[in-house]
């Protein structure tokens, strides 16, 4: 690696972000502010845009596009929880479906960039795949989310949809995305709609090959590694 270069293997950016993540995953069941609790989300979502950039510090025309996308999802997010008319909650999701979507597809794909670019195995690159396998449940979780908005009935919850606080709900599709891309498949949740099955069945598939696809690399990294 050349002088001019960020010192990529010295840092711990992802590891911290992976604590970020998985102490998030841990609280937000427990949290009965949905203001706290999507307040904790965007944090969670500033830090992996920022931990991007600086991963990939020849973003410097993607900078802005990040962060005005991480604005509309706030944006969106503090409508949603305002006293609004139902209507307008409902695209207010839209609006910040439609930001989140594309974020995460940002930061996901810098982080993989700063993985393969690396060349070798890593500590910060093995959290850094994490992060990205959880992001990837985040994004479905969404889908899902924006589906209950339009549908209620697609999925056969523990509780009926209507008798669900907007955090749980949120809490019971991440659950419902993590096992499904993991295809543990409990099925204590069941997608009903065609619509929420095609979404799980897309989801499997695309956990199964991305856990290959990574293994497959990282072997490969090694592999390097040893003959180096």
Same mark, same amino acid.
């Given at each position: 690696?050349?002088?001019?270069?960020?010192?990529?293997?010295?840092?711990?950016?992802?590891?911290?972000?992976?604590?970020?993540?998985?102490?998030?995953?841990?609280?937000?069941?427990?949290?009965?502010?949905?203001?706290?609790?999507?307040?904790?989300?965007?944090?969670?979502?500033?830090?992996?845009?920022?931990?991007?950039?600086?991963?990939?510090?020849?973003?410097?025309?993607?900078?802005?596009?990040?962060?005005?996308?991480?604005?509309?999802?706030?944006?969106?997010?503090?409508?949603?929880?305002?006293?609004?008319?139902?209507?307008?909650?409902?695209?207010?999701?839209?609006?910040?479906?439609?930001?989140?979507?594309?974020?995460?597809?940002?930061?996901?794909?810098?982080?993989?960039?700063?993985?393969? $670019?690396? $060349?070798?195995?890593?500590?910060?690159?093995?959290?850094?795949?994490?992060?990205?396998?959880? !992001?990837?449940?985040?994004?479905?979780? $969404?889908?899902?989310?924006?589906?209950?908005?339009?549908?209620?009935?697609?999925?056969?919850?523990?509780?009926?949809?209507?008798?669900?606080?907007?955090?749980?709900?949120?809490?019971? !599709?991440?659950?419902?995305?993590?096992?499904?891309?993991?295809?543990?498949?409990?099925?204590?949740?069941?997608?009903?709609?065609?619509?929420?099955?095609?979404?799980?069945?897309?989801?499997?598939?695309?956990?199964?090959?991305?856990?290959?696809?990574?293994?497959?690399?990282?072997?490969?990294?090694?592999?390097?590694? $040893?003959?180096?």
């Amino acid at each position: 690696m050349s002088s001019g270069e960020p010192p990529l293997q010295r840092k711990w950016h992802f590891l911290q972000l992976t604590l970020f993540m998985l102490a998030w995953m841990l609280v937000a069941p427990h949290l009965r502010d949905r203001w706290l609790l999507h307040l904790l989300l965007q944090a969670l979502l500033l830090n992996a845009v920022l931990v991007t950039l600086w991963s990939n510090p020849e973003w410097q025309r993607l900078r802005g596009v990040a962060l005005g996308l991480w604005l509309v999802s706030v944006t969106g997010s503090l409508v949603v929880l305002a006293p609004v008319p139902e209507r307008w909650a409902l695209l207010a999701l839209a609006a910040e479906t439609a930001s989140l979507l594309p974020l995460l597809a940002l930061i996901s794909i810098g982080i993989l960039r700063f993985v393969y $670019r690396s $060349r070798s195995l890593t500590i910060d690159g093995i959290f850094a795949t994490i992060v990205v396998y959880v !992001l990837i449940a985040l994004t479905f979780a $969404r889908l899902y989310l924006l589906l209950m908005g339009l549908d209620p009935q697609s999925f056969d919850l523990d509780v009926p949809a209507a008798g669900l606080s907007p955090y749980q709900t949120q809490v019971d !599709l991440l659950y419902f995305s993590l096992i499904t891309l993991a295809t543990v498949g409990y099925g204590d949740i069941l997608p009903v709609s065609d619509t929420a099955r095609m979404l799980a069945m897309i989801e499997a598939v695309v956990g199964q090959f991305y856990v290959a696809v990574i293994v497959a690399v990282f072997v490969g990294m090694y592999a390097s590694q $040893r003959r180096g």
